[in-house]
């Protein structure tokens, strides 16, 4: 049986299966870590140390940064290793550093966006009693915590981590966004149960989403090979202030103008007007 | 860097994320382990320690109790300190233990709702071929495991506890139900993932769901600044011995009468009358 | 209260919840390692030690070969004592010893079979610009990971841990696949999150489907006591080269033709026709 | 280098290593966690669940008792088969068994001989102001405790868990107390770094000894191939209320008379009258 | 045997044993947690996050201290209630956060004191290639670095916690030096285990030991009723530049003159000359 | 106080400290498992996986060298960057592989000498009914294979590894025996607590030794600038056959000829002649 796994390994995935005996991949484990830091840094007295005071605070965000900024470059440099990245002598490492520090300036940026989120959870979920429960246990903030920060790193063109980071987040709260979608701020998911929002897919201002939504790809165009053909834009616009609610599908490149509804369970595959409903008939 | 996230740390969100900078939430580790202490007193030889004798059982159950009533408390305690309950002197902490001893004299009755809900699993479902099965594996038993001891605390108006322990069971299941639901014994999901049954939904004896069901709200009244009006009756009521097949959705403060049968993917707004079956036409 | 819990222990779950407290169930914590152990062996270089060699590559899966054949065999044991097997004098230890060393001879072609799935997942999604991310954070490549040694397990007719695995990916991926599912290479998940596969479906090669897919039941026999009949054929067989897109529901022991196509949330209760599309109206 | 390791694992201790080979040792780490539960049996409130009351107090007791019962059976059965022990069909089972409890039911005896040295330590050393200290941070209080119950089982005829708690609490504590030993109520040690007492030591009631004592054998008589004879009594009796002060060594079966004192650094190799002291000249 | 163990409870040590069922005792692990973080405060660089620079330093050294600040406390609070210090209304953990507060300001006098420390190491072994070694392996450093933090929590009147620690790096290196003992900058012990240094010691600048050495009482006054009396200066005081070998035993309060040397194994029991050598005739 | 600490950071121990501010030492926690693996490799069935069979054996000792490899190297090259080796380009890093790959070459020659060394421990102690307790719970055992180990690690002129190896059974065995001490095969420490065996010690084959016995420098010269001269041979040389009793002291560079005997708590600072026996008078 050894011998056959093993010869087997030559074989069925060719080129792959033999270049990653050779690299090291990302560690999950430090990327749960990092994200558990980052949130930490995002959402200070809720995750990581309590009993902040403006004077400490400011010692545990600048610790939390450094230990950030050296887990992420080494996770960073994997990740382009494990791709084979062109890495002419040092290169490789250093461009992880440039990475990682480009990324924490981005931080404040993602905190702003994301306490606009919480907002949006206060003022979209009547169940919601006290503010600190949407962002201590409601897994759509977060899955768009995670999106946001893989956003960042997929936009810096850093490979593996940023799906690695949405998915750690899709497995535990069941909605799965692509690290590559544009979402606008005040963005607010409920329940969140097999949401599905694709690589191309842009979301404006205040959208708010329901359990089992899906903004999808309806097709996609193969190359003469009969490959997919990578990168063109095959998911929804949805523009500001929409609302969809929960197992409606959306697909292609339609647009969903801003202020629309969408009823729950809907299909849609057509632009939608501005302020207009669709509902389920 | 440092300084924009502490500076933003102030504006964000207000005097609610001041506050937090001064109190330690419950615990979610602490709070898992309660969740596995009761499991292991609520299904003997199934969680906690095997090969029980009648004899030694009875020691198991008591110190596993005194350990979920210390634990209890200490995290309840932080629930009221987090949101702010009133409490003068030492209030919040005698409360505190008066709900945990009232939560762990409610164990009985829970025993013996979910004893109901494992013989309607096993009713129910024909790939069942061992009943060990179901509590062992069936994230259905797992989610309203927790679900009715969540709603016990919901009850005794503990703050974050709830959700926590709904959220936890959220993530390793799929399956949403929140702590405010009124279940009826002999509940029995099916699959699950993406199940969402709202706060105020009440549902009887002997119903049976499938994945993907959503008992929820179909709009909800705002107040006169715009925000949603807190603890309306806005979810189903779905009365005793009926079944909703998987995707079926079903909103609002409907009333789906005993005995009916509710079609999978099928949409409900409105009333069903007992004993009558809604399908996909 | 500790008398009311032990004395409902007696009663709530009768013979079934006795036999257990005599029991000891296998571990959740062994059958995660035992998976993990497998999958370095399925896909070394990915998982487990990093930096193999061809050399060392033999002592590596080697080793965990032998690792997982121990701890197969004691938790099958495990199994077969809790399901009360017959087991006269040391036959269930001998038979968890030849059931183990049946499952692991099969590993080759599981893994022929996962190679196929692999690049099926490359073929089937734009969205994937290097394969290593498929293999490494694919959702649908680890359940269908699971589910197919699940299978192995389950035709050797072990007790339990079938259903402890494909469960264990449920949890993290939203994919429940039943592990008696006969599915052929070159299976695609997409997503995933709220598929469910039941257990006598047949799927052939090449097959897609992506997420909120359900290939159910559509009702179950009873017997003349009530019960439902186990075992009888009541899901759907889905030939080669079909694509089922986002949340369709197909019901029943219907068949889904060679290179049929079901488009998303369409419900389904007939057989469709080789080649033909199936679409929302 | 694999050949030369493995094959050299054939050769260098013969038939005891093959044996080896095929047999599963004790576990180190439920020895502790074996360790960890006798002394929050023996010592509630200073190890284990805190805040007893003497309600719960019956609870966790009897709890801890039948983990430790389940526990240390399969860890003496272990020892059992690793040395080979005669095992007609399970009598190997049965006798661990037997064996466990019969070492239970000695624990009350054990607690009232340790409730003794704690005393002891208490009149015996001016630096203690409060007697919790003692229990909770003493290493000659921990070495006592582990091996008064290594003893109890070096009774029973239990191959390696003797040693095995022994040496646990040697490398903590840097005592070296042989599992064979008989020791006396009221048994006091003071900081204890080097001391060792041997097999076949016999030691009263309120004896005290200090750091660096030995109390070893002179020599021993070797069997006709050159073997040492095992089992001789080769060790000094140290009678009633004897003090031993620091680093002072008694070799071979010498008695060390009833209240005797031996100063620091002193040799003694010959009977010491009762009462009488010995000092360096 | 539960009853006999619980009732024993009652009997064996009194009021001792009532009092402790009814309180918490500080954390071991907490402890250990503490020491960690205050050798990575006092060793930046040897201990805790790596790659500092000094723009990070402070970052990491405020977070640390904060950290140190709130656990300590919650230990110091533990520990006044274990002794049962009297605690009118709120002051026993009013106290606990002055004591704590306290103990931080002292922590830049005793880094300049192992600075000493660390220098006479290397001044001091020819064994010591690098000095890095000294600071990251040496147990004589590891020991006194402990010692010196019990003492200042020893002079603020903590209970249970000073001897807590010197416990834990007792237990690593067999170095047992009481927290009370007063110890000069520059004090070098090599090798160590089996050194010994009392409560009332007082230890001068510049001081080199040995293993084996023992500071120690040679007797202790009783009281009336034939309990020691606490708090009697009874150890060694050793002036500076003095250097003692391997396993000399000093009883006594005796003072060794500055610049006195006392060879190996010797005993002293009066007072050394300044300047003098002591040897083994 | 974050001000004192961070500018006394600068100050206390100059250039050493602010090197190590850029570097990462090795881990002892990667050493300690490393220290695990190898004895898995050196004495398998005692350690590591349990139940190897001849066939197996090959595999588990092959993927542990793997192992073994790759963390030796990481650590290796750490320690090279810590003491600031010169390292043109990648050289320290091709050193630290060559360096791994000739200590793994070492092993089997290690495995002989343990080997013999077992086989003393069993002729030498009566108390020691079955071999396996020698190997599984014998403190001599544990630090003579750490001891071996960083032997060989020191020839090859590594740094930091050697030492925290040594230290590392030092803190659970009391057993100091510096890394660069060469020891003869079949070498037998009984008890151990206290033994110090010094850098330039030269033992021969057969020699058995007990507690508290030190082989140690009688003083060491300066240079001209009052610092220690390293690496000058001033312990003890111990020839074939010799036996050192309890606490005896041996300093210098004297010589203790083949055959001889040193009695306990002797005091040897001259050369003894082979076959003699020192006792205490």
């Keep these: ?14 080129a792959h299966a ?4 050779r690299r090291e991949f990302p560690s999950r484990q430090a990327v749960a870590g990092l994200v558990d830091d980052l949130r930490a840094v995002l959402f200070p007295g809720f995750f990581g140390p309590s009993e902040l005071t403006a004077e400490t605070l400011r010692f545990h965000v600048g610790a939390a940064l450094d230990r950030i900024l050296h887990v992420l470059q080494e996770q960073i440099l994997r990740g382009f290793r494990v791709v084979g990245e062109a890495e002419a002598g040092e290169s490789a490492k250093d461009r992880s550093w440039r990475v990682a520090r480009a990324f924490v300036e981005r931080l404040p940026e993602v905190k702003k966006a994301l306490g606009a989120d ?6 979209g979920d009547p169940a919601l009693v006290n503010p600190e429960e949407a962002i201590y246990c409601y897994p759509g903030i977060l899955a768009i915590t995670s ?31 692509h690290p590559g979608a544009r979402i606008g701020e005040g963005f607010f998911i409920d329940h969140g149960t097999g949401v599905v929002i694709g690589e191309t897919a842009v979301i404006g201002r205040g959208v708010r989403i329901y359990q089992g939504v899906t903004l999808g790809a309806k097709s996609f165009p193969l190359d003469a090979d009969g490959n997919p053909i990578k990168g ?3 998911h929804p616009i949805v523009e500001d202030d929409v609302v969809i609610y929960a197992n409606a599908t959306v697909l292609g490149r339609v647009t969903i103008g801003r202020g629309a509804t969408i009823g729950g369970n809907v299909w849609v595959t057509r632009d939608v007007a501005p302020g207009s409903m669709v509902a389920k008939s």
């Design 18 to 21: 033999r270049s990653s005996l």
């Design 118 to 123: 919480v907002e949006a959870a206060y003022a």
């Design 232 to 234: 063109v834009d095959r």
């Design 1 to 14: 049986v050894v011998g056959a796994l093993c010869s087997e390994g030559a074989g069925w995935a060719g």
């Design 147 to 177: 999106q946001r920060l893989a956003h960042e790193l997929w936009l810096l063109g850093v490979p593996l981590l940023p799906r690695m980071i949405t998915e750690h987040a899709h497995s535990s709260t069941g909605i799965d966004i």
